[in-house]
């Protein structure tokens, strides 16, 4: 018997994220060449929260966030982003634990 395994975009699916408008836990400082480690942030943040735009600097969108930490770990210690946990009722509800 075949098992089907379930694609990561699907587990993700289960998840729900309550967006605070106006208001996101996590900003990329201003830069005009991104360092090593925020370009990688473009493949390993595992919700793909950044992506690089037409002039070559990353950017965040926050919506969606695991807030698992990998960014966190990766770039506040060098200044690159702003991190802090969402308000109180926003941010990710996961649906199976």
Same mark, same amino acid.
């Given at each position: ?7 990561v975009e699907e587990k993700l699916y289960q ?6 408008? %106006?208001?996101?836990? /996590?900003?990329? #400082? $201003? ?37 698992? %930490?990998?960014?966190? /770990?990766?770039? #506040? $210690? ?15 509800l996961f649906k199976f634990g």
């Amino acid at each position: 018997m075949a098992t089907e395994i379930a694609r990561v975009e699907e587990k993700l699916y289960q998840n729900r994220y309550i967006v605070d408008a %106006g208001k996101p836990h /996590i900003s990329v #400082e $201003p830069h005009t060449t991104p360092s090593k480690n925020l370009l990688a942030m473009t493949k390993v943040c595992p919700a793909g929260c950044y992506a690089q735009n037409d002039l070559g600097q990353v950017e965040i969108t926050a919506d969606g966030c695991l807030e698992c %930490g990998t960014c966190r /770990i990766l770039l #506040e $210690p060098t200044g690159e982003i702003t991190w802090s946990y969402p308000r109180g009722g926003f941010g990710v509800l996961f649906k199976f634990g």
